[in-house]
């Protein structure tokens, strides 16, 4: 399967933001979907995750109450709704997918093989 990242930009301080991440050559009705990012100078984080079916997710305490992953199988996407955006949130962020049916939901990058190439979000103060 193939991922493509979108919906990056400048925005100011206390914006939202959707992120979207649209699937190719296969479906993603049986993939955990996961949301990380990279911001400059810094190492790839978690933000957040759901399991197959959406029934589990987590997120990164940094971004909790605020981010939120959801998914339409329809349209074979996945999203992150990013609100109350701060400074810190500037990043590259990048979708990952994995082909597995477990109710766990998993934060490490290992976890997952496939990724988009990521979008930039820059969050002004």
């Known amino acids: 399967v193939q991922l493509q990242a979108s919906g990056g930009g400048l925005v100011q301080a206390g914006d939202s933001l959707r992120l979207s991440c649209a699937a190719s050559?296969?479906?993603?009705?049986?993939?955990?979907m996961g949301w990380f990012r990279q911001a400059p100078g810094k190492g790839r984080e978690f933000v957040a995750a759901?399991?197959?079916?959406?029934?589990?997710?987590a997120y990164a305490d940094s971004v909790k109450g605020r981010f939120t992953i959801s998914r339409d199988n329809a349209k074979n996407a996945v999203y992150l709704q990013m609100s109350s955006l701060k400074p810190e949130d500037t990043a590259v962020y990048y979708c990952?997918?994995?082909?597995?049916?477990?109710?766990?939901?998993?934060?490490?990058?290992?976890?997952?093989?496939?990724w988009g190439q990521g979008t930039l979000v820059t969050v002004s103060s």
């Open positions: 990952a997918a994995r082909p597995i049916i477990e109710t766990i939901v998993r934060a490490l990058p290992s976890y997952y093989a496939y």
């Open positions: 050559g296969g479906t993603l009705r049986t993939y955990a």
């Open positions: 759901e399991n197959w079916s959406g029934s589990s997710s």
